[in-house]
């Protein structure tokens, strides 16, 4: 299991080595090129634009694809590790990956024609182009087919009318993979909204206290003249928006696992360096009943993602497993990184350490891309078989 981690289940043993050789080059961009920079860039409010070039030399933006599309064929157990990395780096540098490749590449991938493949896909690979997914708005957020974007067929061409909110990437983004209704059939259809398209824009959400080294816009679509050959022919229904959502929370419990894992290898470096009363904090029962939970959770999050990575490889895993994986993984990062905050002390509070970034960023990673509550309810609706949405 990565650096850092316990390896109380003895995991290590069964990855391949190309998984250990992903999971290492992305644990030494974040020591390299994250670390560094990252709580100036949370303090600044910026995302480090600059890293798009050196995260595509990687191969980390869309690197499940075939390699005719620019990824790399990975399987979905790298593909985690690989998040795993980024996030105990930073929440705002997963996101941006996790956007990019399961939000933009991946709808264009399994709902695209092959023009639209061929023509998006490569320069996306590269971070040439960056794209963002538009589907909360305003008033449509954990209920998503409650959405009041419209598209209206105009000849060979779409009219698309409305307002996006909360889009990771918006304001820097080439492309918008934006889900609308038709406005004849009432069905939920996917295009590629492009940057410069006359009525599009993205103005930023200023004012974040959470996940500041990430980029979050409004997209808004005042009759915006999308050409039928920007539409993704293969997306019907609101499955297909879910269909995205269910391969990145796949991404955010393995970077979530790894969030909490940074949290509590801090907590332990810490505990055992610190002295009150002539003994490491450490030695305080108080302080190891706080690291023996978090030890033993994030050991049970392992074996649960890598069990359910290799059930993705088999195409078993379903999204109630997903949905546990993002409940338990979110509520985890969350946990570990006020407990980390908590055995730091005074020092926790500091920019100098990442719990009290890590635990700020979780408020948003808990809620996006399904909150926990929607979670416990499609889990709730699988083991009772009775709907608790309505
Ligand atoms: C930083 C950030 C980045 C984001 N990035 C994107 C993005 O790139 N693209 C995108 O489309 N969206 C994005 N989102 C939006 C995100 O997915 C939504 O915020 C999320 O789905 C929740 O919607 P909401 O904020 O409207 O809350 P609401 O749906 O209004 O929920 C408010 C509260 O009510 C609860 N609730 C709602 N319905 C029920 C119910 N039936 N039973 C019990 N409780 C319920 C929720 O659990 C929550 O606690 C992002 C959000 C954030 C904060």
Redesign the pocket.
Known sequence: MPVGAPDFFELDNQLSAVEKGVRSAARSFVEKEVNPIISDCYIEGKFPTDLIPKIAAKGFLGPTLPKKYGGMDLNHVAYGLMLHELEAGDSGIRSFVS?QGA?CMYPIYRYGSEEQKMRWLPKMAKGELVG?????EPNA???PGGMSTTATKKGDSWEITGR??????GSIADLAVVWAKDSSSGEILGFVVEKGMPGFSAPEIEG?L??RA?R?SELVLDKVNVPDSNRLPEAKGLSGPLSCLNQARFGIAWGTLGLATDCYAEALKYSQERVQFNKPIAQFQLTQKKLVELHTDISLGQIMMLQFGRMKEKDSLRHQHVSMAKMFCCELGLRAARVARSILGGSGILADFHCMRHSQNME?VF????????HE?ILGREITGLD??Y
Do not use: A, P, Q, R
Request: hydrophobic share 35%; with cysteine; aromatic share 12%.
């Open positions: 956007v939000l963002c997914f538009g589907l909360t957020g954990s209920d996006k909110m909360w889009i990771t990437n974040k959470s996940l990430s979050t948003s809620t996006y891309e399904g909150t926990h509550e929607v309810l608790g949405f």
